[in-house]
């Protein structure tokens, strides 16, 4: 698929005012390969929309992957992660092999990083500024 983005390609929601969420934005933009994932701020427009029609995850705190079109999948937390690292491919697919640890572990380490990722890097100075075809993939 060439740099032609489908309304069922997935999105990633991330916190938009944390710089660690920003940096892991920025990361995945670096090593992504297919280039087809979308990404939107959760204060922005477009999850303020999701939020409305999925009450269930309006009481998340956390990076939401969603995917599919006829009827999206929303993962969170740990399932969120593993499903980033999936899609960027070897090596960061080996990520997967987590897994094997039972969600609610998973779920509580991530709980523990987002609870204190303000304090782990904090929002740049600079702002990158992106080419036009990776900002047409950032959605209001």
Not at 81 to 109: C, E, H, N, Q, T
């Amino acid at each position: 698929m060439a740099d032609e983005l489908r309304s069922s390609s997935p999105v990633l929601y991330y916190d938009g005012s944390c710089g660690f969420c920003d940096a892991t934005v920025q990361f995945v933009l670096r090593h992504e390969r297919l280039r087809t994932l979308r990404f939107a701020t959760l204060q922005g427009a477009h999850a303020a929309d999701l939020l409305r029609h999925n009450k269930e995850l309006a009481k998340v705190d956390s990076v939401i992957w969603l995917e599919g079109d006829q009827q999206p999948v929303a993962l969170v937390r740990s399932d969120a992660v593993l499903r980033i690292a999936r899609y960027l491919g070897f090596p960061w697919s080996l990520l997967l092999v987590g897994k094997l640890i039972p969600r609610a572990r998973r779920d509580r380490l991530y709980d523990v990083v987002a609870r204190h990722r303000k304090r782990m890097m904090r929002t740049p100075a600079a702002c990158d500024i992106p080419t036009p075809s990776v900002r047409a993939r950032f959605l209001d």
